[in-house]
Structure formats: C-alpha cells, structure tokens
C-alpha cells in the first residue's frame, strides 16, 4: 500500500496499481446502504450477515486496457458515523480510506486473502472475459487503528490473465541452521 500522488488529493493505491498511475472507472462508481448478505465477508467486517452495510462498487482499469478489476468495499457502520462522507466520490483512489483514518481510525492495517475461482456471468461480463477464464478474489480487511476491529473488507476480482503475485518469504527463527557451528560446514 502506497500513497497515491496521480492525482492532487489524498489516497491510497494497493498493489495491482503503481501510485503513478490514472485508472479511469468503466462503469459509473455506486455507494449505497445494501444488505450485506455474503456470511464470509460479514464474518470478516464483523457484522451479522444481512446487516445494511456502505458498499463501494467500482469497475476500475487503466486508461488504455480493459476493465482490470471490480472492487467492492464494505465500510463497517461505525466507520460511516465517524466519517460520513466516505460514501462520496472523491478524485483520488483510495480517498476514503483516508477520511476513516482521519475520523479516528488511523492507522488502519490490512490482511489479504487470495483465492483462484471461477467467475460469475455477472463477473466475466463486467470484466469482457469468457466465463472459463479463472479470477484471482483477493479479500483485503482493513482493521482500525483506533479500535482494533475490522473497519473495512474490500473484495477485488482481477481476470486470471491479468495479474500476478509476488511474495517474499522470510525465514523463522526455527528454520535456523541444523548445526552447532561453522566446522562441520566446512568452515
């Protein structure tokens, strides 16, 4: 995660884009109250499923390419009465991850889950790929500085084609050398 500086405001941008980048939306951004109904993601934001929960609803990609990606958030209702205006359309990504850091909620950590899947229609039609080409789902939850709790879960669905993973491992104290010292390695 990284400062976005593409555009004058404050943001965010998260792996899939450089903070350089401009993504444009392919189809007109929505925030609404919806029904959280998905048990997963409700489990994840902390809320029963079925809550009325701000869901942020994008189709987003760089200028030139196809839609590289649907991001849906879910802001945890306590993150809406600390800063209400998270449901606004600001013109920098990430912006209203910002405006919840700002309400008290700074500084906001995340957890990723990845998953390869198959797409839905819905899915494969908003991003033009056929149904037989998997996804990788990519959960982020964001849990509050101020309170220790999950104040967001974003779901991304990037087209198998289009992405790919990087991760360094690092070694745990108890993956150390099998031996007491240099000499029988030669040393």
Do not use: C
Request: proline content about 12%.
């Amino acid at each position: 995660m990284k400062r976005n500086v593409a555009t004058d405001g404050p943001g965010y941008s998260f792996p899939s884009a450089s903070a350089q980048e401009v993504w444009k939306h392919h189809i007109p951004p929505t925030a609404s109250v919806e029904p959280l109904t998905d048990p997963r993601i409700a489990k994840l934001l902390g809320v029963p499923a079925g809550s009325p929960v701000m869901r942020r609803f994008r189709v987003t990609g760089p200028e030139s390419e196809p839609p590289f990606q649907i991001n849906i958030s879910w802001i945890h209702p306590r993150g809406v009465t600390d800063a209400p205006e998270v449901d606004a359309q600001a013109p920098s990504p990430g912006d209203w991850l910002y405006r919840l850091e700002r309400a008290g909620h700074w500084p906001i950590s995340w957890m990723e889950i990845h998953r390869a899947r198959m797409p839905t229609r819905d899915e494969a039609g908003l991003l033009e790929i056929p149904t037989s080409l998997p996804v990788l789902e990519i959960v982020r939850v964001g849990t509050s500085g101020g309170d220790g709790q999950p104040i967001e879960v974003t779901e991304y669905i990037v087209a198998g084609d289009r992405v790919e993973t990087v991760h360094v491992l690092h070694r745990d104290e108890s993956a150390q050398a099998p031996w007491p010292d240099d000499t029988e390695t030669g040393g």
